[in-house]
C-alpha cells in the first residue's frame, strides 16, 4: 500500500496519490458520494461479507477518504490510516477503543482542554478512571500506572505550554505494562516528528492545524502501527460514525502537498519571533522548544527534526498585558487553532483552555496571563514588527483605553 520512497517533501506530494483510472486526471477527485452502486446482489454480499474489495457506503469508507489516509500514513511511517471529522472524533474513537468500565488511562496534564475534558466529563459517567500527570517526569507514569491502566496519553509538545514528553521512554513504559501509547502528534506534525518510529502504538492528529494548513477545514486522523490496532479502532469508527466527508477530505489532502514547505517557514519564522520575545522587555519568559532556555531542549533535538511553529510567552502585567497584546496586534489574527499559513494569537485561560478547571490549569502550567502564538508563513520582519508594536503599548493601554471611554460617554 505504502510503497512510496523519498523524501519528506516527495512523500508529501506523492503518498497517497493514485493516477485516476478513469480519465487521469492528476488531482484525486472528488468522489461526492454518499453510496456506491453494486454490480449485482452476489457482489454486494460479496463486499459486506469481506469477500470482494470495494466500497459500499461512504462512512465506511471513500476513495477521496482513502487517498487521504495513505498519505498521512505514509507520512507518519505507520500501517494505515482513518480520517475523522474533526481532531476530537479522531481522539474520542481511540478513547472508546482500548478504554471500558473500571479500566484507567495516565495523560498529559496539559493537553488541548478538550481531549481532557471529554474524559473527565462524559467518559467518567461510564466507569472510566484517568489520572493526569506531568509526563515529561517519566517517574511520575511510572507511579501512576496501576492494575487497570490500559492507555497512556500523551500530548507533546503540550497545548499550550510546549512542555516536552520523551515519547521513546513511554513506549518502554507502555511496552512493560502492556498499555497502548497514543501521542498527539497535532502540534509538531510528521514533518518533524514521527511518534510510531520512536516506538508509539496509535498516532492521533487535528489535521485542522498544519497538515491542511490554511484554516478552513476541521478534520482529524488516527494512524496505526499495525494492522490489529487499525482493525480494533476501524471497527468502533465505523460504527461510531465520525467520517470526514469527501469533500473535506480533499481540502487536506491539498493542504498536505505544501505543509513540509509551510512548515519549514513557518518554523523558521517561529525561531526567530521567540528570540526576539525572549530579549523583549514587555515579556516575562517564552517557552519554544528550539530556544536553548527550553528546559526540555535536548529532548526537542533528540525526538524532534525541527521544532516548529507554536509557542508560548508571558508578558509583563498579567491578563491585562496580554489582553492588550491581542487588542494591538494588526497582522496576526486573534483566533484560537493553530497551523495555519497566517500568524494566530489567543488567551489559552481565557479560550482554548477555559474548559478545564483554574486548578487544573495552574497544575498544568497554564498561566493566566499566557498568550499562546502559532507562527505563521508572513514575512518574518512583520511578524515582529507587529508583536512589537502590540507588546510597547502594555501600560500605554490604560491612557488609550481611558480616552475611548470618555469619548464613549460624550
Ligand atoms: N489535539 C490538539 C493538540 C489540538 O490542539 C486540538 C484542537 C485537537 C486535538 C482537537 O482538534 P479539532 O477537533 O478541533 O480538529 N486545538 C485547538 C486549539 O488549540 N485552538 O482551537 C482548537
Redesign the pocket.
Known amino acids: 500500500m505504502h510503497d512510496i520512497k523519498g523524501g519528506r517533501h516527495t512523500l508529501a506530494i506523492h503518498g497517497g496519490q493514485v493516477v485516476d483510472p478513469l480519465y487521469g486526471a492528476v488531482s484525486v477527485p472528488i468522489y461526492q458520494t454518499s453510496t456506491f452502486a453494486f454490480l449485482s446482489a452476489e457482489d454486494g454480499a460479496g463486499k459486506f461479507a469481506g469477500e470482494i474489495e470495494g466500497y459500499k457506503y461512504t462512512r465506511l469508507g471513500n476513495p477521496t477518504v482513502k487517498a487521504l489516509e495513505d498519505s498521512v500514513a505514509v507520512l507518519e511511517n505507520g500501517y494505515a490510516g482513518l480520517a475523522t471529522a ?6 474520542t474513537a481511540v478513547y472508546m477503543t482500548f478504554l471500558s468500565k473500571d479500566s484507567h488511562i495516565v495523560s498529559t496534564d496539559a ?2 482542554g ?2 481532557r475534558l471529554v474524559i473527565e466529563k462524559h467518559f467518567s459517567r461510564f466507569g472510566v478512571e484517568s489520572t493526569y500527570i506531568d509526563t515529561s517526569n517519566i517517574e511520575l507514569i511510572k507511579k501512576s500506572i496501576k492494575k487497570n491502566t490500559k492507555v497512556l496519553y500523551i ?1 507533546t509538545p503540550a ?2 505550554t510546549l512542555m516536552l514528553t520523551d515519547i521513546a521512554a513511554c513506549a518502554k513504559i507502555a511496552k512493560e505494562h502492556n498499555l497502548v501509547l497514543v501521542v ?1 502528534n ?2 509538531m506534525g510528521p514533518h518533524y516528528q514521527r511518534p510510531i518510529e520512536l516506538g508509539a502504538d496509535v498516532v ?6 498544519s497538515l491542511n494548513g490554511h484554516s478552513d477545514v ?3 486522523m488516527i494512524v496505526t502501527k499495525n494492522k490489529e490496532l487499525y482493525k480494533q479502532i476501524q471497527a468502533v469508527h465505523f460504527s461510531t460514525g465520525g467520517t470526514i466527508d469527501p469533500n473535506q477530505a480533499w481540502l487536506v489532502l491539498r493542504g498536505i502537498k505544501t505543509m513540509p514547505l509551510r512548515v519549514e517557514k513557518s518554523s523558521d519564522n517561529a525561531l526567530e519571533v521567540a528570540k526576539f520575545l525572549e530579549k523583549h522587555p514587555k515579556v516575562k519568559w517564552v517557552k519554544y522548544p528550539g530556544l536553548k532556555s527550553h528546559p526540555q531542549y535536548d529532548l526537542a533535538k533528540k525526538q524532534m527534526t525541527g521544532f516548529g511553529a507554536m509557542m508560548c510567552f508571558e508578558v509583563e502585567g498579567g491578563v491585562e498585558g496580554g489582553k492588550t497584546v491581542m487588542n494591538n496586534v494588526k497582522l496576526s489574527t486573534l483566533a ?3 497551523g495555519g499559513i497566517e500568524s494566530l494569537i ?1 488567551h ?1 485561560a481565557s ?2 483552555h477555559a474548559g478545564m478547571t483554574k486548578e487544573n490549569r495552574a497544575g498544568a502550567g497554564i498561566t493566566d496571563g499566557m498568550i ?1 502564538f502559532s507562527v505563521g508563513c508572513e514575512d518574518c520582519r512583520d511578524i515582529i514588527d507587529d508583536l512589537d508594536n502590540a507588546l510597547n503599548k502594555i501600560g500605554a493601554a490604560k491612557a488609550e483605553g481611558g480616552k475611548t471611554m470618555s469619548k464613549a460617554k460624550k
Request: proline share 9%; no cysteine; net charge neutral.
Open positions: 474533526s481532531g476530537m472524533a479522531a481522539i493537553v488541548y478538550p481531549s500530548e497545548n499550550p498527539d497535532t502540534f492521533v492528529h487535528s489535521m485542522t492545524k476541521v478534520a482529524g484560537v487553532s493553530l489567543q489559552p479560550m482554548t499562546r
